[in-house]
């Protein structure tokens, strides 16, 4: 018997027009209260929808929290928010035993963690071990406490910030971390014209107080079973190998295994959020930067490794 965080089955998946309806949805939702940022709208619900975790890295200021916050509230689930510090420990993030004297029994008392849209505000300023409590939870969907093994809710999906100033006062994410991150984005300064309309949005009450949610838990878990079941032609994996090789050839530390699958499941996404349930090698391209980048390392810009590896390798 399931219990009720299990994902369904693949027979209960929306159609790929139903799946492509819910995205349009909570992106026109979210753009209620976020100004041109389409297009990172659009990376963290194919992030959600490929079951992958999503890094935003941007300086302070830019919208980096209300965009997550807005993406969560969309949809109607359980969200939480962590404010990393350098003094939170990993029992803040993943919870604790607690000794109930009425019992005499260790009662579990669940942290942040368990949530299906957790958002991790500034994750570079907590200390190395506080970082490493997330990478079973992002890789396994579960988390040891006490030598017992929990399941976290499903679907689980982590949107952490970092600010990329006051590097002194913050840590390096390890690599083994950076890696369970599906995708990486930067959100950058809005336009003239997108700061006016920022402006006259949040003179008064600032609109993600009055958000509303646009779809269900329940339909984001069956827009999931979607996504899986789209199409992948054995041209298009071997398109994503390629580039991966190229990746390895020309960087000290190209594209791992993780980072392919990472890819080819980015890719499906973006096939539903365009209504298709086949896998086309546009949709590889529009991916590999927000995938790919990070986990290059090279004597120059990951980003300019895959730019070279999308130009190079031919499509077959």
Known sequence: MTDAGSPKSESDALSTTAAASLADRI??????????????????????????????EDVPGVGKT????????????????????????????????VFNQQTREFDFQPGPLFANVVLGDEINRAPPKTQAALLEAMAEGQVTVDGETRTLPQPFTVIATQNDVEPGRTYELPMAEVDRFMKKLRLGYPSEDEETVLLGRVAGEHPLDSLDAVAMLDDLRRARETVAGVTLSEAVRRYVSRLAAHTREHATLGVSPRGAIALVRAAQARAVLDGRDYVVPDDVQTEAPSVWSHRIDADRDGAAVVDDALETVPVE
């Open 66 to 97: 209300v965009l997550a916050r807005a993406v969560a509230t969309s949809v109607d689930c359980s969200f939480k928010r962590v404010q990393f510090t350098p003094d939170l420990l990993p029992a803040d993030v993943t919870g604790v035993n």
């Open 27 to 56: 992106v026109e939702n979210v753009e209620t209260v976020i100004v041109g940022h389409g297009d990172a709208i659009e990376h963290i619900l194919v992030a959600m929808l490929a079951r992958g975790h999503l890094l935003l």
